[in-house]
């Protein structure tokens, strides 16, 4: 009898401690959103890294050093797509499976993931939990005060987008895996091997990292047209977002129904999409090391890749090390806008840009507001991107100065590595295999920080938004 009395006063205890963790789990799920995914990402980062330094996991059967392993595990769950190793050789069956993982949790974003683990603290999608998942889909959030229901995604579809996040990413990497695998087929890989590569390219496509699982990357499929198209559909559907993939399942082509959201998030990638192939063309036509050699077709289809891959995407035919020094900067400057808010892609964002050139354009034509599609884009929101932009800039400056004395090499290389592993692209000169560990950690830091965003770091670390009752004078100083 005694002896039952200690073991249900023990389990007793341990229930309530259980309880207690559990109670404070779902707390911090709700307190501070931005605050509880940034300690998400940090969390599935050294566990990733953890696994990573196993020795099951890489292909040699011994432990991977702890700066390979870290920056492995922060550019899988970033989907950042840069590698300090040769991902496909240095891997293990075991490892590879992480990556593929990895790249899937990573590409449900660091609001929308917390949102997620939430719900299944909560066991319901309460108004807290709605706010940590709209806040994906709309950064305003992130920073309190008023938001306009019209914008994005209304904070009653919450529960409804979090469905379309899971089954989009479900069913589009499905889609693109069954494309694929012909191709793969017809490539020279082998069936068994092809049911494996299949999924994970089309995993890489979608979220946008860019890994391959072979050594050769992309090069046997170079020809592959059917293939190559294949991936950069993936790319654009990874990169458009979320709430975009929502509108369109919703409102299909019925344009006018479109968020504004959706309207300037669709026609400015189209816009740099179709910008960047045109100056890639031009500026690389002539380069025997990359379009030069090619044919009128291969030159212009190539040119097209590259611009969609720059974009986030992260694969590539060419060697970009060999690329002009100004076409590295086209290519920094399309890697450093991005994609979409609330998806896979990295940059500043595409509306970003919109916004801050609709506010350029008024500002040229005298008008009191920014005004687009008949509606009107408040000052809060071009604050916002602004600020984006600053802190941006700010972060790619401090690493690329920092790296660059690290490694005394070319600024115009390091510059492209930094932005694309700030923008999460995965494109590189080659600089990054080679960096030392210091550098190591400083890219990884900066790949954290551009998957993580701006915004949500910075209202990570404020502290509650503060209302102001009173008003002080205007004096306007000079600007220009």
């Known amino acids: 009898m ?48 953890t696994l990573f330094s196993l020795p099951a996991a890489s292909a040699s059967g011994r432990a991977t050093p702890f700066a390979d392993a870290l920056f492995t595990a922060v550019s899988t769950i970033c989907v950042a797509g840069l590698a300090t190793v040769d991902m496909a050789t240095h891997w293990s069956p075991f490892g590879h499976v992480l990556i593929y993982i990895g790249v899937n949790v990573g590409a449900l974003g660091v609001l929308t993931l917390a949102s997620i683990l939430g719900l299944v603290i ?9 706010l940590i998942a709209a806040g994906d889909s709309n950064p305003m959030r992130a920073h309190g005060g008023p938001v306009n229901e019209g914008q994005a995604v209304r904070l009653g579809e919450v529960g409804l987008l979090l469905r379309t996040v899971a089954l989009s990413t479900l069913v589009i990497e499905a889609g693109l ?28 496509a979608f979220t946008n990292t860019g890994f391959s699982p072979n050594a050769e990357g992309l090069q046997p499929f170079a020809q592959d047209y059917v293939m190559l198209t294949v991936l ?25 129904a479109w968020s504004l959201h959706a309207k300037l998030t669709i026609i400015t990638t189209i816009i740099l999409f179709f910008t960047g192939a045109g100056v890639f063309l031009l500026l690389e036509y ?83 507001s920014v005004q687009v599609f008949r509606r009107r884009i408040p000052s809060d929101v071009q604050r916002v991107a ?84 009173y008003a002080l004078p205007v004096e306007r100083p000079i600007v220009g």
Not at 122 to 130: E, H, N, V
Not at 180 to 204: N, R
Not at 307 to 313: I, K, L, N, W
């Open 177 to 204: 895996a069954i494309l694929l695998y012909p191709s793969l087929l017809f490539g020279g890989v082998d069936p068994l091997t092809a049911l494996w590569e299949a999924p994970y390219y089309a995993a890489m």
């Open 286 to 368: 002539d380069n025997p090391a990359t379009f030069g050699s090619m044919e009128a077709w291969d030159t212009t289809f190539q040119a097209f890749f590259i611009s969609a891959m720059t974009r986030s995407g992260g694969f590539s035919i060419i060697d970009i090390g060999e690329m002009h020094g100004s076409s590295l900067i086209v290519g920094s400057m399309l890697m450093f806008v991005g994609g979409g808010s609330a998806s896979t892609a990295g940059g500043i964002k595409v509306t970003t840009l919109a916004v801050l050139a609709l506010a350029v354009w008024s500002e040229a034509k005298g008008r009191p």
């Open 122 to 130: 909560s066991k319901r999608l309460g108004l807290r939990a709605k």
């Open 232 to 256: 950069m559909a993936g790319v654009f559907l990874g990169s458009i977002g979320f709430p975009v993939i929502f509108t369109l399942w919703r409102h299909q082509w019925h344009v006018r």
């Open 386 to 469: 602004l600020s984006v932009v600053a802190w941006s800039a700010t972060i790619v400056a401090i690493g690329t100065v920092t790296i660059a004395q690290i490694t005394k090499a070319p600024v115009d290389e390091v510059l492209f590595d930094v932005i694309s592993g700030f923008a999460t692209v995965g494109l590189s000169t080659g600089l990054t295999a080679e960096l030392p560990d210091p550098a190591v950690y400083v890219m990884a830091l900066v790949m954290f920080m551009g998957r993580v965003g701006t915004v949500t770091l910075a209202a990570a670390v404020a502290a509650a938004s503060r209302s102001q009752l």
């Open 2 to 49: 005694a002896d039952r009395s200690v073991g249900a006063i023990v389990l007793h205890r341990l229930g309530g401690f259980g309880r207690s963790a559990w109670d404070a789990g779902r707390d911090l799920a709700t307190a501070s959103p931005s605050r509880f995914a940034v300690l998400i990402f940090s969390t599935l980062i050294l566990v990733f890294t």
